[in-house]
């Protein structure tokens, strides 16, 4: 609890070096008209002594994405939501909350730009990161931080790492991230109609 309350008052102004960073990465991402990538996502709990680790791939162009992860399919078109389940043959439908706060993969790389302080944390000499802290100025997030690690050389955010209140820390790792300049909006459309016998629930 102390290092909580540590790192937020530590918050108070913005730093000048993590921003014109984090400017960089903005720019480098948003000329990139797609990419695809694998990613390693691991939960900890140390109270509660879990270890979970599951792969999955993304699809990502601008604020559309599609993320394939333990069993589950999710595809966001900016407008909708469909969360798919494999094992159940399941999809769920939803129309998409910007202001739910949710840290999906389309909205990561530019998070800082509002409702966030940030500060540059390491990253001088040989270091192979730029490691940058945001935290929330709403303090109703489910969230107190979040840890970026974005790639000296490329521009790009390889890690990053969420802590939330509940003592919960997702740890993400980025790998095989490739550039896709062939993406359509029906890429990020979910056809019930391909799954035979699939049951939707639609919540719109």
Not at 50 to 60: A, L
Not at 79 to 108: F, H, Q
Request: hydrophobic share 35%; charged share 30%; glycine share 4%.
């Amino acid at each position: 609890m102390m290092l909580c309350v540590y790192s937020i008052s530590s918050f108070a102004q913005n730093d000048p070096k993590a921003k014109e960073i984090l400017d960089k990465m903005s720019k480098k991402y948003s000329n990139i008209p797609g990419f695809t990538a694998t990613f390693t996502q691991t939960l900890e709990n140390k109270m509660e002594d879990i270890t979970d680790t599951f792969k999955g791939e993304i699809v990502v162009s601008g604020d559309k994405f599609k993320a394939d992860v333990a069993g589950q399919l999710i595809v966001n078109n900016n407008e909708t939501v469909w969360t798919y389940l494999r094992d159940a043959n399941e999809v769920t439908i939803n129309n998409y909350d910007e202001e739910a706060g949710e840290m999906n993969p389309s909205k990561i790389y530019k998070a800082y730009q509002e409702g966030y302080k940030y500060l540059y944390m390491a990253g001088e000499g040989n270091a192979q990161y730029h490691v940058i802290d945001l935290v929330p100025e709403d303090k109703d997030e489910s969230f107190y931080k979040i840890r970026l690690k974005i790639d000296k050389k490329t521009n790009l955010l390889d890690k990053w790492t969420i802590f939330d209140r509940a003592g919960n820390i997702f740890n993400y790792e980025v790998t095989n991230f490739k550039v896709v300049n062939s993406l359509t909006a029906e890429d990020f459309v979910f056809d019930p109609s391909e799954y035979p016998d699939i049951e939707v629930l639609d919540f719109r």
